[in-house]
């Protein structure tokens, strides 16, 4: 065996409001991988203010029976809101007392500003944005890890070799989550001192634009809206159609150019990555800088008025028509199709 069956692994378990973001247990399940049979995984959990410490609790607890031999938790004031420097010397000391070799992010907001500060800190390397990871079952050679370069139109693959010390981010809805190890297998939780660092800058607030909405980035279902929707109302039947299918809503940057709709909602090559498992794309051509945030997206559907738009090169299914007659159309055949017992 080599020492890919050895490796020590930390995870940062990302949290938002007060909750774990799925990636934190894709995140979990990519360092249960990467440490193998022989190795330990640690989680490092951080978070700070009056609402913070039953949350934390609780994450804490799923990280546990989902394969997290010891998740560590950092509950203190100054992480109340996200300040890099903070969370970042807050995964520092979960580094301190753990010294893994390799430590696994999400590719989030927070995860692509905290990886490098972390592998700077750690003088590691770091392998951003992975969507797939091998390792031979036997432990008997290094893993490999599958980025998409050039916006998704190459793939890097990347090997860790053994007693490398590492950073990995892995991108949100590719691996999947870990599973819960058997009853009795729970991991520990311990608290975790750390010494907050002088920070550069505090969050004043929080202005949030798309509040109660399914999180773009984590969707499973997305149901996209471009130029073609015409104006801010025309978003109404791909909003009736994401909520049949309880997906979330997305739009294409001619959509919030033209002011239909938040940029918040914009993905492309200057807008959000998804890769959620279904793509509705509605109105929109398929630029290049749209292709960029979505083509990998497991299924894609496009609907576009012009059979000769783009974005029918990259869909797996595809219908010429009016979005306007066609998204009413299958907001009620999935609406049919979810009542019915059984479906
Ligand atoms: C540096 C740079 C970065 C960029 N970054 C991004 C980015 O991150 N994301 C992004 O999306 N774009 C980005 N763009 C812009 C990109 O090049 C395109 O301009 C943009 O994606 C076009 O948006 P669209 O497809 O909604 O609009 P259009 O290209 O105008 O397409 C509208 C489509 O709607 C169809 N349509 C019209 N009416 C209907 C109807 N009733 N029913 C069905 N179909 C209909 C039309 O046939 C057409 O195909 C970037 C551009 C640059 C230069």
Request: proline residues 6%; glycine residues 12%; charged residues 20%.
């Amino acid at each position: 065996m080599s020492d890919q069956s050895k490796r020590t692994a930390l995870v940062y378990a990302e949290c938002a409001e007060g909750k774990l973001r799925r990636v934190a247990l894709e995140a979990l399940g990519a360092a249960r991988r990467l440490a193998g049979d022989g190795g330990s995984v640690h989680a490092v959990l951080a978070g700070g203010g009056s609402a913070a410490s039953p949350a934390l609790a609780a994450a804490a607890a799923e990280l546990a029976a989902r394969g997290a031999g010891v998740v560590h938790v950092i509950d203190d004031p100054a992480l109340a809101g996200f300040a890099p420097e903070a969370y970042a010397a807050a995964i520092g000391a979960a580094v301190a007392a753990v010294q893994p070799s390799i430590i696994v992010l999400g590719h989030t907001a927070a995860g692509r500003e905290l990886a490098p500060r972390v592998a700077a800190a750690l003088k590691g390397g770091h392998i951003a944005d992975v969507t797939a990871i091998q390792v031979p079952e036997d432990g008997g050679a290094d893993a490999i890890l599958t980025r998409p370069l050039y916006a998704g139109k190459a793939f890097e693959q990347r090997r860790l070799l053994p007693g490398a010390s590492c950073v990995i981010t892995v991108r949100p809805n590719n691996l999947p989550v870990a599973e819960p190890v058997e009853a009795g297998s729970e991991g520990k939780v311990a608290a975790l001192a750390y010494a907050a660092p002088p920070l550069w800058t505090t969050v004043r607030d929080v202005v949030r634009k798309a509040s109660g909405r399914v999180d773009l980035a984590e969707a499973d279902i997305i149901v996209s809206g471009g130029r073609g929707v015409r104006s801010a109302d025309g978003f109404a039947p791909l909003e009736a159609l994401a909520k049949v299918l309880g997906g979330a809503v997305g739009a294409s940057r001619g959509a919030c150019d033209a002011g239909y709709c938040d940029y918040a909602l914009q993905i492309g090559q200057t807008g959000k990555t998804v890769t959620p498992k279904l793509y509705i794309a509605c109105g929109i051509s398929g630029a290049i800088q749209h292709l960029a945030g979505m083509s990998q997206s497991r299924v894609i559907v496009a609907i576009n008025k012009d059979p000769d738009a783009p974005i029918f090169g990259v869909a797996d299914y595809g219908i010429v028509g009016d979005l306007f007659e066609v998204v009413p159309l299958l907001t009620a055949e999935f609406e049919r199709i979810l009542a019915t017992p059984g479906s």
